[in-house]
């Protein structure tokens, strides 16, 4: 009797299919959530697309256009925290940290050394970009952060974050109907 039940092998399949079950769901929940994801960030990158050149030509106020970025984004995603935010310079190549003349040679503002204040604030800035979106001929960079609890629970269980945070950004420059404004830089030494 007992090597008869040894050598049966009815339910095995069912055995088996139970010991993988979990595992399968484990990858369709991952695989769906990642897609999912990649979703999302193509919706938000159009979406961020059409605001900047809405903005680049619109005289809608600039919440009016980021509204309707965190609209398609909740369309999608609807609990997404999304964070809109502009940087203006007068023109591309302003797109980088403030010149130092570095004497010492080591790479960095020290005490003595000057800079170009290219925004006026008179403070060396990694990121000289003034807030808002410029004026006329200006450059904006345009970035937006979201942030979605992912679809599944389960994400813990492989090490993954409960919430998911996307970024995108685009530079477009202002449709010159004005006189653009351009402040002069000045040479300070601190």
């Known amino acids: 009797m007992t090597r008869a039940l040894i050598r049966d092998r009815r339910g095995a399949t069912l055995v088996e299919f ?44 600039i919440s009016t256009i980021d509204n309707r970025v ?13 964070t809109p935010n ?12 403030e010149e130092i003349f570095d004497t010492n040679g080591n790479g960095k503002l020290d005490a003595g050394e000057c800079y170009l204040d290219i925004n006026g604030n008179k403070q060396w800035d990694r990121d000289p970009g003034r807030s808002g979106q410029g004026g006329a001929s200006d450059v904006t960079v345009y970035r937006v952060q ?17 919430q998911v945070t996307l970024t995108a950004s685009t530079r477009f420059k202002n449709q010159p109907y004005n006189t653009q404004m351009i402040p002069t830089p000045t040479k300070i030494c601190t």
Do not use: C, H
């Open 70 to 82: 965190a609209t398609a984004i909740r369309q999608v995603a609807r609990n997404a925290t999304v």
């Open 146 to 162: 979201v942030t979605y609890t992912r679809l599944f629970p389960l994400a813990g269980l492989v090490g993954w974050s409960k």
């Open 18 to 61: 139970a010991i993988l079950l979990p595992v399968l769901m484990l990858l369709l929940m991952g695989l769906m959530d990642l897609s999912y994801q990649a979703y999302v960030q193509a919706v938000l990158e159009g979406a961020l697309q059409k605001a900047a050149r809405d903005s680049t030509i619109e005289s809608a106020p």
């Open 86 to 97: 502009r940087l203006f310079y007068s023109s591309f190549a302003l797109i980088k940290p």
